[in-house]
């Protein structure tokens, strides 16, 4: 919880067009030097790093002309003018369908994340990609790690990371940034048992600091600014070894599936 | 968007306890006053009110001692361990039970949300309020319009308002904030047709930039700390006569009910 009630997010400088293989910890090191006033780093700071570089740095990305549909994505995509072939790439990322209807297809992924297309996007993959979508990366708490580690190698500070995505949402339109992994920072802070503001305990309160986090980063960098990696300072998450499987309820929880 | 990819949430200083019938629009008023680097507001200001002040304001509050508990009230609490009394006031809020299942009672409110005890709260409703419980207020928007109004009388700027509350949400554990009412904003930031970074036209981005504020103004604000308004600088959301009915997906469109 922030301690003095102030926040601020700054949008790191733009990265250069990340390519698979590229070293993406650099360039976001590199990214941090290029921003006045982030460095040095403070207590409680965290790291937003959208989805899209993560993927694209990691090849989890998909040449579409690699990709047979089968009939299954070919009905469906021509029901909905969508290409098949990417249809065939969500049905491959999918361990189950939640919902398929009026042209949605809302699957839960090998992470245990509920989502339309298990996050498979077109948009923002880079200026040669006509054919090419990323998938959602493999391990994002892994990735998390990798950059928290990168960072306390260059920098000396222990930095938490979030890697974000933007979801819908049933009930409400419009997607809204959430966490698909995390390092250095429990994505929950569970208040339950603690006195609320009058002194009566709070029974049910845990805060998804995590995705609270990756929304609020989202309101700094945007859709189509180009800049991936934004800096949330005075936030003061709770600190840990957390994970995003900590965000995920489980199937016996689950009143939507 | 923000234009230079610099947000900040300050919360305000702590306004007195809110009981019925109070003037929430001047004890916000105070409030800006005595937080230092808040005025003059700035292009794109956001006032993120969190519900609890507003209903307590307003008297969207109810004594459970008044209450007389439904036999379908009595048999769920008693099989979960709750309070009749408040289980009868969560079914008296809403227009539709969406799921009654393992302890949750998840309905849709006379608003249109779907959200778990139609925002029925017992926590931070007052000292010596141990039977009370809050309400939703009964029209959002027309609460932040009401704060509009007032900041724009006193201040002589058009700040954007909005009013927020916990929700959860399937498939990820713990809670976030979300818009209940707007006043000055388009809830939703609709990008479909613009370019993305690579030129490429996005085709399903739509921004809950209203929800975003909510939960970002949260980080600075926390659960316990009896602070319940934050200003938000630097998003630059869109500005309008948007609604929280902008937020709803119609019933015709909703693949959870």
Redesign the interface.
């Known amino acids: 919880?922030?301690a003095d009630?102030?926040?601020?997010?700054?949008?790191l400088a733009g990265l250069p067009e990340v390519v698979p293989g590229d070293d993406l910890e650099a360039m976001i090191g590199d990214a941090l030097e290029a921003t006045p006033g982030v460095l040095p780093f403070q207590p409680g700071d965290v790291l937003v790093v959208t989805q899209k570089v993560v993927s694209k740095a990691e090849g989890a990305v998909v040449d579409l002309r690699t990709v047979t549909p089968s009939p299954e994505a070919v009905e469906w995509a021509t029901q909905w003018d969508r290409d098949p072939r990417q249809i065939q790439v969500v049905l491959d990322e999918a361990v189950r369908i939640v919902?398929k209807?009026?042209g949605?297809l809302?699957v839960e992924t090998r992470h245990g994340?509920?989502c339309a297309n298990a996050g498979v996007d077109?948009?923002?993959?880079?200026?040669d990609?006509g054919d090419a979508v990323t998938l959602l990366p493999r391990d994002p708490d892994a990735s998390a790690a990798r950059i928290r580690a990168a960072v306390r190698e260059r920098f000396g500070s222990d930095v938490a990371v979030v890697i974000s995505d933007?979801f819908g949402?049933?009930?409400?339109?419009?997607?809204?940034?959430?966490a698909l992994g995390v390092s250095g920072l429990l994505?929950?802070e569970d208040?339950r048992g603690?006195?609320?503001?009058?002194?009566?305990v709070?029974?049910t309160?845990?805060?998804?600091?995590a995705?609270?986090?990756a929304?609020?980063a989202?309101?700094?960098?945007?859709?189509?600014?180009?800049?991936p990696v934004?800096l949330?300072r005075?936030?003061r998450p709770p600190l840990g070894e957390g994970s995003n499987r900590?965000?995920?309820?489980p199937a016996e929880?689950?009143?939507?599936r």
């Open positions: 919880m922030s009630g102030r926040v601020e997010i700054v949008a919902r209807a009026k949605v809302i994340f509920v077109a948009s923002n993959v880079g200026p990609s933007s949402r049933p009930w409400r339109w419009g997607i809204v940034d959430v994505p929950l208040l603690r006195p609320d503001a009058d002194g009566r709070m029974k309160t845990v805060r998804a600091v995705d609270e986090l929304s609020a989202e309101l700094a960098l945007g859709k189509t600014e180009g800049r934004a949330v005075g936030a900590d965000l995920v309820i929880n689950d009143l939507f």
